[in-house]
């Protein structure tokens, strides 16, 4: 499948390495790819920089966000939270209409210390942010509630006996996601229902946040015992 | 121990009844003891009313409030979320000083229609409300995140191979607690931290309400696996 996963952080480049591996054809949108490719620095988790990601995964295609969007059959939104909308506009909703959008994103909100906030929680979210700016995008909030590594890759931890979550409107494209997810290893895919009990994964998050906090390891995740 | 149970819903019955069980001296406290027992109608959730449960646990007193409290060494607030502050002024703050407070109760906002939402989140927790308002009481929050059945008897399910977590700024006081969790059956006992930390157990109620919506069962828990 033609992907396009939007972000160049941590989470962008370990899902987008991921599916190439699986044997898609991905492409990483970024606002400005020159930009991006030119960065010395370290990221704020100390990875190295972008380009050398890159070097070392010459099957993923960096490109705008409005290239890497226009080709793909599935989009994968693993911007910043605060940033994803204005990274969706700047796709170009034409681009964007008709097609699944998977949102690993978080509303994560940094501006009132550590460990964050949400700057979006409670009566709304940000998967419904989403959805209410793109009505014709088919939006699926998951894996948005464990550590990049363990999204792509949850039969490291416990051979895989452990939770993720999907939330959605549109059933066809909770089909694909759910079959997206089961190629990544899940195999335990509880869906809540429709894109409001996105709410339910993100509020999530500040737990997710002080577990991590207590047990100085992010490499947990949590299963629905039932 | 001497154990004081504020609330007479369902929670402060399960508990009440379950701590009685384990040889506590145990008084449910309520703002109208006779009103209370006066009672004929059947609960919101169908249950009966309290005087046939108070009729079948005879090893269990009520009390007033401050009755109830002022002879507790240990005091658990099993009351509305909504409640909770006010009937814990009513209890005395006398009566309060120096003691645990085990807070199970929930922020839950059913004005906004179902699910309920929450009316205190994200930068502050109904927790830390309590401690602030009695700052001399040793606020613990535990067993929020699960059914009331499974809050005292977690052996039910998966033999109690899930989680419950623990929050609060005083070490002895979380020790208390976790002694008393663990002869209810809890094994994977998680302390968080301060009761700042309550945020995050807190806000896992719309992710519960989401997976209780979607599973149609309450009876289930999650387990932190790492």
Redesign the interface.
């Known amino acids: 499948m033609r992907i396009a996963v939007l972000g160049t952080g941590p989470v962008g480049q370990t899902v987008a390495a991921k599916l190439g591996e699986l044997g898609h054809e991905v492409t990483v949108g970024t606002r400005d790819p020159e930009e991006t490719m030119a960065r010395t620095d370290q990221d704020n988790f100390g990875n190295p920089p972008f380009a050398v990601w890159a070097s070392q995964h010459s099957d993923v295609s960096i490109a705008t966000l409005t290239e890497a969007t226009a080709g793909a059959e599935l989009i994968v939104n693993a911007t910043n939270g605060a940033g994803s909308i204005e990274a969706l506009e700047a796709a170009g909703e034409q681009n964007l209409v008709g097609k699944v959008l998977l949102d690993v994103a978080n509303p994560l909100d940094f501006s009132?210390g550590m460990p964050p906030?949400?700057f979006v929680?409670?009566?709304d979210s940000l998967g419904e942010q989403i959805q209410r700016r793109f009505p014709d995008v088919r939006v699926v909030k998951a894996l948005n509630t464990m550590n990049t590594y363990l999204m792509v890759d949850p039969k490291q931890?416990?051979g895989g006996?452990?939770?993720v979550?999907i939330?959605g409107d549109d059933a066809d494209a909770k089909n694909q996601v759910t079959a997206l997810l089961e190629s990544l290893g899940w195999s335990d895919i509880?869906?809540?229902?429709d894109i409001t009990?996105a709410?339910?994964?993100e509020?999530?998050l500040?737990?997710?946040?002080?577990?991590m906090?207590?047990?100085q390891?992010p490499?947990?995740?949590?299963?629905?015992?039932?």
């Open positions: 009132q906030s949400l929680s409670n009566t931890l416990a006996d452990h939770t979550f939330s509880v869906e809540l229902g009990t709410r339910g994964t509020m999530y500040p737990l997710w946040l002080r577990i906090g207590a047990t390891n490499m947990f995740n949590i299963k629905v015992v039932r």
